[in-house]
């Protein structure tokens, strides 16, 4: 049965904070299976925020407002950053500690018969967009919405103890450019909203603002309730770069092969980080080119693992 609105306001679960250079990852999915969201102090150092700005402030600025009301006018969006700021797919892509929570959350471990062999194949986690949101004085709030509405993700009602790990097909993870406060438009969320059902609408009166200094992140499931907020300031800018990893055997969000074609970032990753973007297998058979693995095809070395 849906929970009353007063129900779920008194049970609204604390939203912890990791210091990201002690975190272990394994408290980080606990805290996310509780509440959904959690903030990491001191994720990124000042001078990759520095050069992440240097390599795309021009962009920002260049950005046109949004023809329909997803994004309120006064917010600006840059995409496709693995082919315009290998710093931001460094530090903010590859983040050990994100990208290893996006593991425990995200790879899925799937067994069948093959004829009288049981098979079990594992495929790991993909990054599903790059994004950097800047919004300026004067923009309303972002409607509450969920993430995973692109993976049409039908989320059941439950409690933290029921949650499986495989209910959720995304991880955001957001880095502060500047210092982001619910004056100037801070990422808010409904902490524990990811166990609500599919149809509970957001309810913008128990929404947490996740106010982050520049550096640290806020890391949460693509099922729970979030959204940009207003910027009540008169000068200051809400600068945040944000990028999300699904399932590998789901379409990503942002189509890397297009957005950062692979002529254009060509030596520039090793293969791991290629392996994230999606240049990778999913087992079984996901993803082949000529039926060999991505990277095989494009390189023509012939030490990737196999289809099957
Ligand atoms: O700008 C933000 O803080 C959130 C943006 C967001 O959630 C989205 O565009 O999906
Ligand atoms: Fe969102």
Redesign the pocket.
């Known amino acids: 049965m849906a929970l009353s609105k007063d129900d779920r306001r008194r049970s609204l679960p604390d939203v912890q904070a990791f210091d990201a250079a002690t975190a272990n990852v394994d408290d980080i999915v606990a805290a996310l299976i509780v509440a959904g969201g959690c903030v990491l102090k001191g994720a990124v150092a000042q001078d990759d925020l520095a050069q992440i700005e240097k390599d795309t402030r021009i962009c920002i600025l260049g950005d046109k407002a949004w023809g329909g009301d ?2 309120p006018k006064e ?1 600006k969006r840059v995409m496709g950053l693995i082919g315009k700021s290998p710093t931001f797919t460094r530090a903010i892509v590859q983040s050990p500690l994100a990208v290893a929570a996006a593991e425990k959350i995200l790879t899925s471990t799937y067994s069948c018969w093959v004829g009288d062999e049981w098979k079990t194949f594992v495929s790991k986690p993909q990054l599903n967009n790059t ?1 950097i ?1 800047s ?1 300026a004085p004067g923009a309303r709030n ?1 409607e509450l ?1 969920r ?1 995973d509405m692109i993976h049409h993700n039908p989320v059941r009602q439950r409690t933290a103890a029921d949650y499986k790990i495989g209910d959720d097909t995304g991880v ?1 993870y ?1 880095v502060a450019g500047k210092k982001a406060t619910k004056d100037n ?3 808010r969320f409904i902490p524990g909203s990811h166990l609500w059902g599919q149809t509970t609408p957001p309810d913008e009166s128990l929404t947490f603002y996740a106010e982050i200094e520049a550096g640290d992140a806020f890391l949460f499931l693509s099922s729970c309730y ?4 207003a910027n009540k300031t008169a000068d200051q800018e ?1 600068l ?1 770069y ?1 990028c999300f990893y699904t399932k590998g055997f789901l379409r990503q969000e942002e189509n890397q092969y297009l957005s950062a074609p692979f002529e254009a970032i060509k030596g520039k990753y090793d293969q791991p980080t290629l392996e994230l973007l999606g240049y990778n297998l999913s087992p079984p058979f996901m993803g082949w080119v000529e039926m060999k693995h991505p990277l095989e095809f494009l390189t023509g070395t012939e030490s990737f693992k196999d289809l099957y």
């Open positions: 997803f994004f917010t994004i949101f919004i972002q919405h993430d955001g957001f438009g801070v990422t979030h959204g940009g907020s809400r945040m944000s």
